[in-house]
């Protein structure tokens, strides 16, 4: 998720710190909430934040998605101005480039779980199993498909923050606000949806707003300190849980869609995250460290996308050859192999993105380009309604998984492969040379 074309710019050492570790905490957390159970034959699983009420606080430690959102607006921000400036820009080149860069590693992923899901189906696996699969192997996906939205919206975030500057981020918040009132107090249908598009854009103009040096002395400071109160206040005395990821039976839930309690978490999360930003990067400052972080931040995305797949080979050879015990949910010995379960699952990761780092030619390269002769109006255009499709396909899957009643999800996933493809068009005016495509980087 770096820069996109040719030689970047300057990459702050916080910004990649923080989009790695976000993502590394996003990981554990799945895969410690990832109880499995196995009886007579069928998987099931515990459900300790409902089970062990007072595990939900942990999700304040694992739930790292807001420094993501932070720090990916960041970015994107750097990203542009780097090639604002740059003789013959196109808001179409540079979004095509961003896009290719999620589109083409998350393109590969679909396409070999697919593959596997429509062989299990045609074999024969009960539609249960099949079910339950595609669903571990797609719940991760919500993440991207809003991550590209607020990528395509860049431009216009960008505008809004040279234009507004922090009450850009501002009426997003209360318009998050607002939403939430309706949905949770007033109960209205739907409405609440859009949280997932004003929640994380704030985070997003927050980044923006950040980069371009709004954020600077004692604001994040501030910032962590009210939203701290306004999140006791709205846990304590409001309608919204502790947990700030989804819990079966609670009748809100801080995360689907986003509310503003999670809102609270998010700002306070991302203002400590900016107030500490300065002694990150003097830890960072020796060669070896540097060249840590770059290394783990070429690869944040692979161990995004296929951290799950260890928990279920490892769940599927594991439980039913006995191999792992199954204490009772919350006693000590129950704990320590939710220790053993992550140092097992961190090995088997290991050799996985080992093998993803030999076949990064494959798992990690853009979506690649192809030059239509169409003129560079209709660019823009294509280029929306490709992202919209792949939007669509991506968040259909992580609500619904890969075998939504054991049958496999041509729909969703056919929306997705649509609007990569129109994605990957590159207009050029008709009878103009046709140039090669910048290299991604």
């Known amino acids: 998720m770096g820069d996109v074309i040719g030689k970047g710019p300057v990459r702050d050492l916080a910004v990649d710190f923080y989009r790695v570790s976000g993502v590394v905490l996003v990981v554990l957390g799945h895969w410690l909430a990832a109880a499995v159970t196995y009886h007579d034959g ?14 939900q606080y942990l999700t304040w430690v694992f739930q790292a998605v807001p420094t993501f959102f932070l720090a990916a607006g960041y970015a994107g921000a750097l990203s542009w101005e780097h090639r604002r400036n740059r003789e013959g820009f196109a808001h179409h080149t540079w979004l095509r480039h961003r896009l290719a860069r999620v589109l083409g590693p998350c393109g590969v992923y679909l396409a070999l779980v697919s593959a596997v899901v429509v062989a299990l189906e045609v074999s024969g696996v009960t539609g249960s199993a099949l079910q ?43 318009g998050a606000v607002a939403i939430d ?24 103009q927050l980044g923006i707003a950040w980069r371009g040096g709004l954020l600077g002395g004692r604001k994040p400071l501030l910032m962590t300190a009210v939203s701290a109160i306004a999140l006791a206040v709205l846990v304590r005395v409001g309608p919204y849980p502790v947990s700030m990821i989804r819990v079966a039976g609670h009748t809100v839930h801080n995360t689907t869609p986003p509310t503003v309690a999670l809102l609270a978490f998010a700002c306070a999360q991302t203002g400590l995250a900016m107030t500490l ?15 840590v972080v770059s290394v783990a ?24 050859a006995g191999l792992f015990p199954q204490p009772a949910e ?86 997705f492969a649509g609007g990569a493809v129109l994605i990957g068009f590159r207009p ?10 910048p290299r991604a980087g």
């Not at 069928?42 to 595990?55: I, K, Q, S, V, Y």
């Open 42 to 55: 069928h998987f099931g699983r515990e459900n300790p934040l409902a089970d062990l009420p007072w595990t």
């Open 132 to 174: 339950y699969a595609g669903w571990a192997l797609a719940m991760h996906l919500w993440f991207l498909a809003i991550y590209l939205v607020v990528v395509t919206m860049t431009p216009i975030a960008v505008a809004a923050h040279q234009r507004w500057g922090l009450r850009a981020p501002a009426v997003l918040a209360l």
């Open 181 to 204: 009132v309706a949905a949770v107090g007033c109960r209205v249908p739907y409405i609440g949806w859009l949280n997932y598009v004003l929640c994380w854009g704030t985070l997003y």
């Open 277 to 291: 930003a300065p002694a990150v990067r003097r830890a960072l400052r020796s060669a070896r460290a540097q060249r």
């Open 297 to 320: 931040n070429d690869n944040v995305m692979a161990l995004y996308l296929w951290h799950l797949v260890p928990l279920v080979i490892v769940a599927v050879v594991g439980y039913p």
């Open 330 to 415: 919350g006693s000590a010995a129950w704990w320590l192999f939710r220790l053993v379960w992550l140092i097992i699952l961190s090995m088997v990761t290991a050799v996985q993105m080992t093998l993803l780092w030999w076949g990064r030619r494959v798992f990690a390269a853009p979506l690649p380009t192809v030059d239509l002769p169409w003129a560079d109006r209709w660019a823009e255009p294509v280029l929306l309604v490709g992202a919209a499709m792949a939007t669509y396909g991506l968040a259909y899957l992580a609500a619904e998984g890969f075998a939504p009643h054991g049958h496999f999800a041509w729909i969703s996933v056919l929306a």
């Open 428 to 437: 050029t005016r008709v009878g103009s040379p046709v140039h090669s495509t």
